[in-house]
Protein backbone atom coordinates (compact mmCIF):
# COMPACT_ATOMS: atom_id res chain seq x y z
CA UNK A 1 0.00 0.00 0.00
CA UNK A 2 1.67 3.18 -1.31
CA UNK A 3 0.46 6.70 -1.80
CA UNK A 4 1.67 9.75 -3.43
CA UNK A 5 0.97 13.23 -2.97
CA UNK A 6 -0.83 15.29 -6.05
CA UNK A 7 -1.48 19.51 -5.49
CA UNK A 8 -3.71 19.68 -8.38
CA UNK A 9 -6.70 21.92 -9.95
CA UNK A 10 -9.98 21.80 -7.74
CA UNK A 11 -11.30 21.68 -11.52
CA UNK A 12 -13.81 18.21 -11.36
CA UNK A 13 -12.54 17.01 -14.81
CA UNK A 14 -8.96 16.91 -13.86
CA UNK A 15 -9.27 14.68 -10.69
CA UNK A 16 -9.25 11.20 -12.44
CA UNK A 17 -7.30 11.58 -15.15
CA UNK A 18 -4.70 12.51 -12.89
CA UNK A 19 -5.11 9.66 -10.60
CA UNK A 20 -5.06 7.45 -12.93
CA UNK A 21 -2.01 8.49 -14.85
CA UNK A 22 -0.28 8.30 -11.32
CA UNK A 23 -1.76 5.10 -10.35
CA UNK A 24 -0.39 3.98 -13.48
CA UNK A 25 2.94 5.23 -13.95
CA UNK A 26 4.07 5.12 -10.97
CA UNK A 27 3.51 2.66 -8.21
CA UNK A 28 1.11 4.47 -5.91
CA UNK A 29 -2.01 2.68 -4.74
CA UNK A 30 -3.65 5.92 -3.16
CA UNK A 31 -2.99 9.48 -4.18
CA UNK A 32 -3.61 12.20 -1.29
CA UNK A 33 -5.31 15.26 -3.50
CA UNK A 34 -4.46 18.57 -2.28
CA UNK A 35 -7.02 20.75 -4.63
CA UNK A 36 -7.02 24.56 -4.93
CA UNK A 37 -8.91 26.51 -8.10
CA UNK A 38 -5.44 27.33 -10.28
CA UNK A 39 -3.12 25.51 -8.43
CA UNK A 40 -0.11 26.02 -10.43
CA UNK A 41 -0.26 29.82 -10.54
CA UNK A 42 -0.74 29.90 -6.80
CA UNK A 43 2.27 27.91 -6.37
CA UNK A 44 4.27 30.11 -9.01
CA UNK A 45 2.70 33.58 -7.52
CA UNK A 46 4.15 35.00 -4.64
CA UNK A 47 1.50 34.68 -1.81
CA UNK A 48 3.29 33.20 0.91
CA UNK A 49 0.19 32.53 3.35
CA UNK A 50 -1.21 30.30 0.65
CA UNK A 51 1.59 28.37 0.11
CA UNK A 52 2.06 28.11 3.68
CA UNK A 53 -1.38 26.55 4.36
CA UNK A 54 -0.59 24.05 1.32
CA UNK A 55 2.88 23.05 2.71
CA UNK A 56 0.67 21.89 5.61
CA UNK A 57 -1.42 19.89 3.73
CA UNK A 58 1.84 17.87 2.07
CA UNK A 59 3.12 17.94 5.36
CA UNK A 60 0.48 15.98 6.65
CA UNK A 61 0.10 13.64 3.67
CA UNK A 62 4.18 13.11 4.21
CA UNK A 63 3.84 11.75 7.69
CA UNK A 64 3.69 8.14 6.30
CA UNK A 65 7.08 7.58 5.69
CA UNK A 66 7.35 3.98 5.35
CA UNK A 67 4.20 3.88 3.33
CA UNK A 68 5.08 7.20 0.96
CA UNK A 69 6.87 7.34 -2.28
CA UNK A 70 8.38 10.46 -1.38
CA UNK A 71 6.89 11.88 -4.67
CA UNK A 72 4.69 15.05 -4.62
CA UNK A 73 3.27 15.63 -8.27
CA UNK A 74 1.95 19.22 -9.32
CA UNK A 75 -0.70 19.36 -11.85
CA UNK A 76 -1.76 22.34 -14.44
CA UNK A 77 -4.40 21.98 -16.94
CA UNK A 78 -6.12 23.37 -19.82
CA UNK A 79 -9.05 25.82 -19.76
CA UNK A 80 -8.61 26.83 -16.05
CA UNK A 81 -10.83 29.41 -14.31
CA UNK A 82 -8.98 29.51 -11.51
CA UNK A 83 -6.00 30.15 -13.48
CA UNK A 84 -7.24 31.76 -16.49
CA UNK A 85 -3.60 32.29 -18.58
CA UNK A 86 -3.11 30.36 -21.83
CA UNK A 87 -1.07 26.97 -21.96
CA UNK A 88 2.31 28.05 -22.32
CA UNK A 89 2.57 30.37 -18.98
CA UNK A 90 0.68 27.17 -17.16
CA UNK A 91 3.56 25.19 -17.89
CA UNK A 92 5.62 27.99 -17.11
CA UNK A 93 4.10 27.91 -14.15
CA UNK A 94 4.29 24.18 -13.16
CA UNK A 95 8.46 24.33 -13.69
CA UNK A 96 8.68 27.64 -10.86
CA UNK A 97 5.98 25.45 -8.89
CA UNK A 98 8.18 22.34 -9.08
CA UNK A 99 11.27 24.16 -8.26
CA UNK A 100 10.13 26.25 -5.76
CA UNK A 101 8.54 22.70 -4.05
CA UNK A 102 11.78 21.06 -4.59
CA UNK A 103 13.56 23.54 -2.13
CA UNK A 104 11.24 23.82 0.49
CA UNK A 105 11.18 19.84 0.53
CA UNK A 106 14.51 18.72 -1.00
CA UNK A 107 14.35 15.10 -0.13
CA UNK A 108 10.93 15.07 -2.21
CA UNK A 109 10.90 14.21 -6.01
CA UNK A 110 8.75 16.58 -7.59
CA UNK A 111 6.75 15.73 -10.55
CA UNK A 112 5.27 18.31 -13.02
CA UNK A 113 2.16 17.06 -14.86
CA UNK A 114 0.38 18.70 -17.68
CA UNK A 115 -3.01 17.67 -18.85
CA UNK A 116 -4.35 18.74 -21.87
CA UNK A 117 -6.95 20.22 -23.79
CA UNK A 118 -8.08 16.59 -24.39
CA UNK A 119 -7.80 15.37 -20.70
CA UNK A 120 -4.26 13.69 -21.78
CA UNK A 121 -1.92 13.62 -18.84
CA UNK A 122 1.63 14.72 -19.52
CA UNK A 123 4.82 15.00 -17.37
CA UNK A 124 6.68 18.00 -18.16
CA UNK A 125 9.57 18.14 -15.26
CA UNK A 126 10.82 16.15 -12.44
CA UNK A 127 13.21 17.14 -10.29
ZN1 LIG B 1 -8.27 24.72 -13.02
Not at 8 to 14: E, F, K, L, Q, S
Not at 23 to 42: F, H, Q
Not at 82 to 108: F, M
Amino acid sequence: MKFATCLNCMDGRVQLPVIYWIKENYAADYVDMIAEPGMDGILAGENHKDIESILKKIDISLKRPNLHLNIIFVAGHHDCLGNPVDDETHKRQIYIAAEKLKNLRPSVKIVGLWVSDEWKVEKITEK
